[in-house]
């Protein structure tokens, strides 16, 4: 397991939650026809400096979830804490907890709408109040995290590629410095290169501000290489949740749930299924390259 992971892992064990839910229920059209529990008695917690991903079929509850963890959807009943302190209790709390946890919906560039690509930046952070040097401060690095030139500032954002509309919709959700960063598959619609590039730019910022990090992905080699704990949505209710390695290795429950593993580690099962001296949990290149190598050694 890489260090990061691993000490990410152990941190856990030490820290209270930032973010936490107690017993969360969401049920849509009550008392109609199409009444439909979304989410079921959940209890989730995620701590300072996490990195997470959440995974869950299409219509699994997971889209619900990261909804009522920043308060745009209010609890049928159960709780939602931040920092210990439940986000309903008051609407300040409400208010406040909208700042402390930063939500990038899925294709977050249809949502931008300012002159420049400065002003879409900037957007939250007046929101916030806060005086125009320090603004300014969070907008230029803001835009630094996401790997936007300062040139590109005084842009039209619709000028922009669709990779680069999606990095100033990111910065602007990053200029508000969120101690919870959580993205609604951030690299949907991006190609290869635009992936990579999305990913690394949200783990810069992770580890320079320490920030908690949540990711929506339906995709399983980018959870497996990038989180160091994944949580399972499953109608309504989270039954797996931890590591990669321990999670993925519950694959015939996951292709149950609709899932999959990543395809390295379906690789590695059908290489030891057809009698190869190889561990069927492998979900990482580098993991894949050490266990071919020593294959081919004889090790």
Not at 90 to 102: D, I, Q
Not at 151 to 173: H, M, Y
Request: aromatic share 8%; with cysteine.
């Amino acid at each position: 397991m890489p260090s990061w992971r691993r000490c990410a892992r152990e941190r856990t064990n030490e820290l209270e939650p930032v973010i936490e839910t107690r017993k969360l229920c969401c049920t849509y059209s009550i008392g109609t026809p199409f009444e439909h529990k979304a989410l079921i008695d959940v209890d989730f917690r995620a701590y300072p400096g996490e990195y997470m991903g959440i995974i869950g079929h299409t219509g699994s509850g997971k889209s619900t979830l990261i909804q009522h963890l920043n308060g745009l959807l209010k609890p049928t009943s159960g709780q939602v804490l931040v920092d210990g302190e439940d986000i309903w209790e008051t609407k300040e709390r409400t208010h406040a907890a909208r700042f402390k946890v930063g939500l990038v919906f899925q294709y977050p560039e249809y949502q931008l709408f300012e002159n420049t690509v400065y002003e879409d930046i900037a957007f939250g952070p007046k929101n916030m109040k806060l005086p125009e040097d320090e603004i300014d401060r969070r907008v230029h690095e803001a835009a630094y995290f996401v790997g936007l030139r300062d040139d590109l500032l005084q842009k039209s954002p619709f000028e922009l590629s669709g990779g680069q509309k999606r990095r100033v919709a990111i910065a602007g959700v990053i200029a508000m410095e969120p101690k919870v960063l959580i993205l609604d598959e951030p690299t949907a619609g991006l190609d290869p290169a635009g992936r990579d590039g999305v990913l690394k730019n949200i783990r810069n910022y992770h580890d320079a501000k320490n920030a908690t990090v949540i990711i929506v992905s339906h995709s399983m080699e980018d959870v497996a290489r990038m989180v160091d704990r994944v949580v399972v949505v499953n109608d309504g209710r989270l039954p797996l949740d931890g590591t990669p390695r321990e999670v993925f290795s519950h694959g015939d429950e996951l292709r149950a749930m609709g899932l999959n593993t990543p395809q390295l580690t379906r690789l590695f099962q059908k290489l030891k299924a057809r009698g190869l001296p190889v561990e069927d949990n492998i979900y990482t290149m580098e993991e894949a390259v050490a266990a071919l190598t020593a294959l081919k050694n004889g090790q």
